[in-house]
């Protein structure tokens, strides 16, 4: 019970009244009884003042309780929980941060069945068609074992009060520069994958290229999966999305054969980017999209006394439609074809160049088509696998590019993924590869790939 600081001083004053009086009851002889019988109506009365202050104090509501704190999710014993509300240093009211990534670890055997992969080639780490070895006589089988894809991201988002809607998002993994070798410490360097800001419908950064249709990628263990026919290429731009329409301006590259033949070399020249435009469609069925590319290829070098130079410029360009069909619960198709002239840099880490040299220092863009498909079966909640074929065949005019120059090049392999819980993923894919150059010489590659994956 809670009784007021007033009430508890008037009791105080009472009993020290009543202590008082005392005396007089005492010394009642000297002083007339009608004086006594005053002052012990005057403490009655305020004893009933009092009692009657104490009785609305007992029938007054309990006070409202502080309010409950939020509830926290149990943590197992020894675990700090992981932070409750988003982190936001030196970001705007309404700002959330997003940390995401994997730890993936490769597992490979490799045989070449026309000759060798060098050692410490691109094409020992993942599939990369155009290292495809032709012409040779059969390697033994080689292992390789890496983390070097692992990655890790951070992104903020940001709504305003007004509705507008903000961020930006950097990633990066391990497949850079070799800094230590595999006999001790197997050391990579940081290399940046996405870098991009965005403000409503503009974007403007390193990412995947407007042409690209990251959605229909199927579901690979090798770090790409169907390479020989697939649009992948991350890089600078400023992108226009409305809906599902996008529209964007990118790194204009340009690969090159001199002419006569030779390995492909890059040119960074021309005052025009690469322009992308893609529109698509989604629903309960699946995906479909159509993309894009219209190129000014430039190719510019000074001549020396042995080789002549090169002014010369070429418009190119190519269409691309691609998606993912669903076929039920369990099943689902992926795919996409491309077909241009000028747009290899744009397919399977380039297998071949964009344009050709002529003897008069003039652009001869080189035409093609590429493409794959992949079929997705779930076989249980934990278990799903993967059938993948993936092709790009090129029409090269020899007498500018030589025979020695590619082809096609094609690949078929099979996966199985488990995940015991969600998150892990343990895979197992057998792949077979082959390369033809135009001259009809041709390698095969055949890999036996394991991989672990973690994400976060």
């Known amino acids: ?63 409202a309780a502080a309010p409950a704190a939020p509830a926290v999710a149990a943590v197992p014993a ?86 507008d809607k903000g961020g930006a998002f950097v990633e990066m993994d391990f497949f850079g520069n070799t800094l230590g070798t595999q006999v001790a410490t197997n050391t990579y360097g940081v290399t940046l994958r996405h870098a991009y800001a965005y403000w409503n419908n503009w974007l403007a950064g390193q990412t995947w290229s407007n042409f690209m249709d990251v959605g229909a990628l199927p579901d690979a263990v090798d770090f790409i999966g169907p390479t020989d026919g697939v649009i992948f290429v991350r890089q600078a731009q400023v992108r226009y999305t409305n809906g599902a329409f996008s529209v964007a301006l ?12 030779g390995a492909v070399t890059q040119s960074d020249r021309g005052a025009m980017p690469d322009l992308t435009l893609r529109y698509g469609w989604k629903g309960d069925w699946g995906t479909f999209g159509i993309g894009g590319l219209l190129r000014n290829l430039k190719v510019e070098r000074a001549g020396t006394a042995t080789v002549a130079g090169i002014d010369g410029t070429e418009m190119a360009g190519a269409l691309t439609v691609g998606g993912k069909f669903n076929m039920g619960k369990n099943d689902d198709i992926r795919y996409q074809v491309t077909a241009g002239n000028g747009f290899s840099r744009y397919i399977g880490l380039g297998i071949t160049a964009d344009t050709a040299i002529d003897a008069s220092g003039d652009l001869d863009a080189l035409g093609g088509v590429a493409g794959y498909v992949g079929w997705r079966h779930v076989w249980s909640p934990k278990v799903r696998s993967n059938l993948i074929y993936a092709r790009s065949q090129y029409d090269n005019p020899i007498a500018l590019t030589g025979g020695g120059v590619t082809e096609s090049v094609q690949s078929l392999r099979a996966n199985v993924f488990y995940s015991p819980f969600p998150k892990v993923d343990v895979g197992a894919e057998l792949m077979v590869g082959e390369r033809e150059l135009e001259n009809g010489t041709d390698g095969r590659l055949t890999r036996l790939q394991f991989t672990t994956k973690y994400s976060f």
């Open 78 to 163: 020894g675990k700090q929980p992981i932070q409750a509300v988003s982190l936001t240093p030196n970001a705007p009211a309404g700002t959330t941060l997003r940390y995401s990534g994997f730890i993936k670890a490769d597992f490979m055997a490799t045989k070449a069945h026309d000759g060798q992969l060098a050692d410490g080639a691109v094409g020992r780490a993942l599939y990369l068609p155009s290292q495809t070895p032709v012409g040779g006589s059969a390697s033994d089988v080689d292992y390789d074992a890496h983390a070097k894809f692992s990655r890790f991201g951070i992104g903020v988002d940001t709504v305003t009060e007004s509705g």
């Open 250 to 261: 990118e790194n204009p590259e340009v690969t090159y054969i001199q002419n006569g033949g």
């Open 1 to 63: 019970m809670t009784i007021h600081t007033t009430t508890r001083f008037r009791l105080a004053a009472i009993a020290a009244a009543c202590a008082l009086a005392l005396p007089g009851v005492a010394a009642a002889q000297s002083a007339s009884r009608e004086q006594l019988e005053q002052r012990v109506a005057e403490l009655e009365r305020q004893v009933q003042e009092l009692v009657g202050e104490l009785r609305a104090q007992r029938a007054a509501p309990p006070p």
